[in-house]
């Protein structure tokens, strides 16, 4: 398992080549001068830089309606080098979660957009002043060769991350950049972000709920002594819970055997999680689906709240989201379809971040739910967080050898990796998207999740400081709070049968992000704890831990591995427990050719002690 080292040599020389054959472009990094291979540009060489100029014209006609006055937004540049890798990707569709990615925002007042023109100035090593409140990714003029740019300008401070309802954008430039001159690119802001329109698609229900819940919390946070606003969900955009509801076949007949079913909560970790929905919608009814898949009510949660994935727990920054599933949601949902309402009829399923949450659902909610599936669950275990220990590495940015910390990667051969991002570079792209945590991208979403909420920034905190990558210890002890396995060991007796008869967790051995080593030290900590549960005489506890790495697969490869095997799992779970499917069919019974008549459901087995 060539993840288990810090950061192996094949993988440094991987990065080091690809950056030495990158020199053309001139990327450089914004904090420290560095070049991508992470040696020290000269300082001749950065002070040559010439400043350069961004003119971006706002073509108000491309809005609805001039935003109200005195809101503030952000102005972001996004750009990719011109070359084949990125042919075809428009930089605001991303970015590209790429060490090549440029992005640099600054703050606007939407007063200033009246003027119709808007400048941000990149400033230089000569001592020439950027626009205040400059954010960026690299040292803007030093980028030389040619770029493909698009700028936004992000008003809706409702939606994560720069594609909000009613944001402006520019077409994609193709410029020409270099570093000893001074360059001016002028971009129209003539595109107008559309509003998502609800999803409507046969066999599914969309249901929404406004939650008396989140509304308190958010009337609670809206404004300190001085009526400054703190938690900035914006309007009631936080206040309300979705889901996309697919039904099983014969749920709408009349005359099926089965009235009352199942109920599977699904809690993807995109933005785009619903299109596992439609696409379940489009087949749940065809033979192949009812002979392989759970026969149930798939309720697909909608995790995005203003900060991003909203985790379903109860946190400074959501609110109380997980006592509105509970005991809001879930109710609603059970009053108004045909859900049987017992926790051994209700199994949660996530990946990623949506992992996590299902994994904190069972152990925080085992009177609501029977079971919970986790692929790639978001570090279970901190110790292990990107390969890093939060608890005792007092910097997560590099090893006590000087290597940085990887915190994106791709399989590039049997034994090497591709460093798309380190730790370092993701955290200044996040940062340059919104200094205020609302990118929308992974440590923006984990700290909403876990950190504590700072009413002066309005915003949740960093968990490490984004300039030197030391560890906020405060900080750290909220993330505790939500460990995993540190809960585990605070409360084994409670926590340990739940993990160990409730809890399935997949993760690949490659995993992009390296959670497979959270995993891993989850798993070790688990069967640990089972060990001496049976030397103490428990003959009751399973056997065999419920954590499972596969070897070689990545994030994408363990999505697929992981649903099949759920879905295996969970159809064997609800037979267990008295909530029988319909025996498995063939096509041709399925389809009404195998003598014509409706497969009898299957004897409802005693309930399992």
């Not at 090593?125 to 205040?132: I, K, N, V």
């Not at 919390?217 to 002594?225: E, P």
């Not at 110790?383 to 590495?393: I, K, M, T, V």
Request: glycine share 8%.
């Amino acid at each position: 398992m060539p993840w288990k080292r810090p950061f192996p040599a094949r993988v440094r020389a991987v990065r080091g080549l690809l950056a030495a054959l990158l020199t053309g472009v001139g990327l450089t990094s914004p904090a420290l001068g560095q070049t991508m291979s992470g040696e020290v540009a000269p300082a001749a060489a950065q002070q040559a830089a010439v400043q350069d100029r961004y003119l971006v014209r706002v073509a108000l006609a491309a809005a609805e309606e001039a935003p109200s006055a005195g809101l503030q937004g952000r102005l972001i540049l996004l750009l990719v080098p011109d070359e084949p890798r990125f042919a075809g990707v428009e930089p605001v569709a991303g970015p590209p979660l790429d060490h090549r990615s440029v992005v640099a925002s600054i703050p606007i007042l939407t007063d200033a957009i009246a003027k119709g023109e808007l400048e941000l100035v990149t400033g230089n090593g000569l001592g020439e002043t950027a626009t205040a409140g400059l954010v960026a990714t690299h040292r803007l003029a030093e980028l030389s060769g040619r770029w493909r740019v698009q700028a936004v300008l992000d008003l809706d401070r409702g939606t994560p991350g720069h594609l909000g309802s009613g944001n402006l954008f520019s077409e994609v430039a193709t410029i020409e950049l270099a570093s000893d001159r001074f360059d001016e690119i002028k971009l129209d802001l003539t595109e107008r972000v559309e509003a998502a329109k609800p999803p409507d698609v046969a066999g599914a229900t969309l249901v929404r709920r406004p939650s008396a819940l989140l509304r308190a919390h958010r009337q609670r946070t809206s404004g300190s002594a001085t009526g400054t606003a703190t938690v900035a969900s914006v309007g009631a955009a936080g206040d309300t819970l979705e889901a996309l509801v697919v039904f099983p076949h014969g749920y709408d007949d009349l005359a099926f055997p089965r009235r009352r079913w199942p109920t599977i909560y699904v809690i993807g970790d995109t933005h785009d999680a619903w299109l596992d929905a439609i696409e379940l919608a489009r087949i749940v009814s065809t033979p192949e689906a009812r002979a392989t898949m759970p026969q149930a009510v798939w309720v697909y949660l909608h995790a995005e709240t203003p900060w991003g994935h909203g985790g379903f727990l109860d946190s400074e920054t959501h609110g109380p989201r997980m006592r509105a599933l509970v005991e809001e949601f879930i109710p609603h949902l059970e009053e108004r379809f045909r859900l049987i309402p017992s926790a051994d009829a209700r199994v949660v399923v996530g990946h990623g971040h949506g992992g996590w949450s299902a994994v904190h659902l069972a152990i925080e909610a085992p009177a609501t739910f029977g079971a919970a599936c986790a692929s790639a669950p978001s570090f279970v275990d901190l110790a292990a967080l990107a390969g890093r220990d939060l608890y005792r590495d007092a910097n997560l940015f590099s090893d006590p050898h000087g290597n940085e910390t990887p915190s994106l990667r791709a399989i590039l051969g049997p034994e090497d990796d591709l460093i798309r991002l380190t730790l370092r570079e993701e955290l200044a792209l996040e940062a340059a998207l919104d200094p205020s945590g609302r990118s929308g991208l992974f440590w923006h979403e984990l700290a909403a999740m876990w950190s504590p909420f700072d009413a002066a920034r309005r915003a949740p905190r960093a968990f490490i400081d984004r300039e030197t990558g030391e560890v906020d210890l405060e900080v750290a002890e909220s993330w505790a709070a939500r460990d995993i396995a540190r809960r585990l060991l605070r409360e084994p007796s409670r926590v340990g049968p739940i993990l160990a008869e409730r809890v399935r967790i997949v993760c690949g051995s490659r995993d992009d992000r390296a959670r497979h080593l959270a995993a891993e030290s989850l798993r070790s900590r688990l069967e640990a704890w089972l060990a001496a549960e049976r030397r103490a005489g428990r003959q009751d506890l399973p056997t065999q831990g419920a954590i499972e790495l596969v070897e070689g697969l990545d994030d994408a490869a363990t999505r697929v591995h992981a649903r099949l095997r759920f879905h295996r799992e969970i159809a064997q779970y609800f037979r267990a427990r008295g909530h029988a499917e319909i025996p498995a069919v063939s096509a041709e019974r399925a389809a009404g050719t195998g003598g014509g008549r409706r497969p009898e459901p299957a004897p409802r087995p005693a309930p399992a002690k």
